[in-house]
């Protein structure tokens, strides 16, 4: 099985390039089969759930071509199968999308409940509940969502909790219902409005994406586009954590400054210094950093995705933090791995009291699930010697050549299959 193997120590001192967003390109994707027409998407990461998507789109019918690792040709117009049933499918957690996809295109869809990290217990009845307000049937029978409708109608939904795949399902399927769809206490996040932005380039009539009210006047169709996909907000927090936390000085480019605020305004808090340019933001990390506490929120609030790599950083700042999880209830997993590496956390319910520590010590841990693994990875760059983190599958996810870009910025990280091969990268670095 895979594993990172790293020896710590080293900061991070470069340039780092962000690959496109996972999250948005998981909708965008799901949403290129709504129409008959080709639709040419760029900058997507080449990161194994989006892999694992493309997959699936295929298994339907739909043509895919890979232009090249970022780019991708799609067309829906032979798509013969609204049941999906992917064996792979089931692991990643969007496949939800297909619902509101098929379900808007087709009237009817089949969908295996969906998988995903394991951060808590992520229903998806905010989704149901959007697909029967537009006036679908919809049952869960032998583990799957089965939808269908007549027609889909719209209607003004009110989202009892502000989930980004209720935002963005409820989004693709009332695209193509009859009228205008009123959705209320919408998501926010960066993605939600690409996924909105790339709708409308296909002939939808979405606005207010990005505010918390977002109307949608059904159209009968969709036609083709070209469109690239934004710069992806968790990898680039996830690099500038690790520029904190090594004490380094990285630039991070091809990235949206904005929708970087909460953790720029975070790593500040820590005494970090961080410059804003146009699509880059440099993080210079400082030998003593402070304390602070942590919420997290919907955004524009500090997201839930950055709370394992902000963790690190505080595990190693002067002084007590508390980090508190507001959106899922199972993610401080990791905080008994990172205890193994000398941390001092405590968890209480949804509440971390994170006192820091001077030093870390190298370890050998296990990735929980995708997010908390990159802070493990973070951890064993700054820790003294060497770290061999587990179960790497996770980080693949979401992370394109998470090791090579780390190794571009002078990090001692090696991705090894067996035992033998992490003695001979000691034996390579001393
Ligand atoms: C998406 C992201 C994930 C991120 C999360 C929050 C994708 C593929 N994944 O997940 O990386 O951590 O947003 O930013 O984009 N909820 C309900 N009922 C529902 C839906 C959600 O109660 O029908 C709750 C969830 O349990 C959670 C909260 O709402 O407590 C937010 O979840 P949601 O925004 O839907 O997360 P995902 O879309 O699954």
Do not use: W
């Not at 003004?156 to 205008?180: F, K, P, R, W």
């Not at 999880?325 to 405590?346: H, P």
């Amino acid at each position: 099985m895979e594993q990172y193997v790293i020896k710590g120590g080293n900061p991070l001192v470069g340039d780092v390039t962000i690959s496109g967003a996972k999250n948005a390109a998981l909708g965008i994707l799901a949403a290129s089969i709504m129409t008959d027409d080709d639709v040419l998407i760029d900058n997507l990461p080449d990161v194994r759930d989006i892999n694992v998507l493309l997959e699936a789109i295929e298994e339907i019918g739909a043509r895919v071509e890979r232009i090249d690792r970022h780019t991708v040709r799609i067309n829906g117009s032979n798509i013969k199968e609204v049941a999906v049933d992917d064996e792979y499918i089931r692991r990643i957690r969007a496949s939800y999308y297909f619902i509101g996809a098929l379900l808007g295109k087709y009237k009817s869809a089949q969908v295996p409940l969906p998988g995903g990290c394991n951060i808590g217990s992520r229903p998806i009845d905010q989704h149901l509940k959007g697909f029967r307000a537009l006036g679908a049937e919809v049952n869960i029978e032998r583990g799957a969502v089965i939808a269908h409708a007549i027609d889909l109608v719209a209607a003004h939904i009110y989202l009892d909790v502000v989930s980004v795949g209720a935002t963005i399902n409820i989004m693709m399927a009332a695209a193509l219902a009859e009228g205008q769809t009123i959705l209320e206490n919408a998501a926010k996040e960066p993605h939600v409005v690409d996924v909105a932005n790339f709708l409308n380039s296909m002939g939808a009539n979405i606005k207010g994406a990005g505010t918390d009210t977002i109307r949608i006047r059904g159209v009968n169709r969709l036609h083709g586009t070209e469109y690239s996909i934004i710069p992806d907000q968790i990898e680039a927090g996830t690099f500038m954590c690790a520029a904190a936390v090594t004490r380094g000085d990285v630039m991070v480019k091809n990235v949206i400054p904005k929708h970087l605020e909460a953790i720029t305004a975070k790593l500040m808090e820590m005494g970090c210094e961080v410059i804003e340019f146009d699509d880059e933001v440099r993080v210079v990390g400082k030998p003593t950093q402070r304390h602070t506490d942590i919420k997290t929120l919907p955004y524009p609030g500090f997201p839930t995705d950055m709370q394992p790599q902000m963790s690190v950083a505080l595990a190693l700042a002067k002084g007590t933090s508390m980090v508190t999880e507001s959106i899922f209830e199972n993610r401080f997993k990791y905080v008994d791995e990172l205890a193994r590496m000398g941390t001092n956390i405590k968890v209480e319910g949804n509440v971390a009291v994170i006192d820091g520590v001077t030093q870390l010590t190298g370890a050998q841990v296990n990735a929980p699930d995708l997010r908390a693994g990159a802070a493990l990875v973070i951890a064993g760059l700054a820790a003294d010697g060497y770290t061999v983190v587990d179960e790497i599958g996770y980080i693949q996810r979401g992370y394109e050549c998470f090791e090579e870009k780390l190794q571009g910025l002078g990090a001692m990280i090696e991705k090894v299959d067996n035992d033998r091969e992490v003695q001979k990268f000691k034996m390579k670095v001393g």
